[in-house]
């Protein structure tokens, strides 16, 4: 049987990890009809953090001992991951989840292009073509200028820079960062900027039904997290970026089941070419690996 290569585990848990965090996104956007931002990330974040710093204990990774590089990359992840919330939740209170969820699919290009750019890492001109098709799907799916496109649309692109941060500082730390540690964090400085943030605005009435919705958010957004980190941390980031596209294909559904947004022709067309190009780079790297395993072969 094929060994399991890292581009193809990365592919996985990329998949995993889109897949909570748009469950979360849905979730939020619902409470987000009774609750304002900052409360939403105060709340969801004492949830995140708790759950998370239990696993940590348990897992004995609360106290790890680091190196100051680490420290200095794990300063600048939270910053990509607080920036990052901050603008995405503000785009996808005030548009469609599915459209805000679209314009964040600029990431696997920017991405790939700056590990390229900053990591040196080698990218075939049959990855930049199959991510370059997949945006070409995404932009089927929003067709720029249609409704549900609006000034709020600047901030999801803000997210976007926040997100690129994020995802080459967290390729960079050591494996002597556990997982566990580094999601644990990120969810404290949500929490932490939540809480200094909320008293701006005024405090709305909590129920029962919001913190249930708040406490399935933060299930998902661990997962998110934890499945998030493990990706960047194997494979190739211009291998593993495209199936980032895999969220555009959630949205759409829950965007259906939950908020009753039936999709057009266009939008079915786009997330076909968008499904088409992730399998298509599946195959691709299924394929160099058997090439590979013939080669080392011996005659």
Known sequence: ???VSNNIRGAALMTASMAGYVFNDALVKLVSENLGLYQIMLLRGLFTTTLLGLIAWRMKSLFPKLKLADWRLMTLRMIGEVGGTLCFLTALFNMPIANASAILQV??????????????QAVGWRRFLAIFIGFAGVLMIVRPGAEGFNAYSLWALAAVVFVVLRDLVTHRMSAQMPSIFAALLTSVSITLTGAVLSPTVAW???????LKLLGAAASFLIFGYLFGIMTMRVGEISFISPFRYSALVWSIILGVVVFGDVPGTWTLLGSAIVVAMGIFTFYRERKAERMAGLAETPT
């Open 1 to 3: 049987m094929m060994k």
């Open 204 to 210: 709305q009435p909590v129920g029962l039904d919001e």
């Open 107 to 120: 990431v696997p290009l920017a991405v790939t292009y700056c590990a390229a750019i900053f990591l040196g």
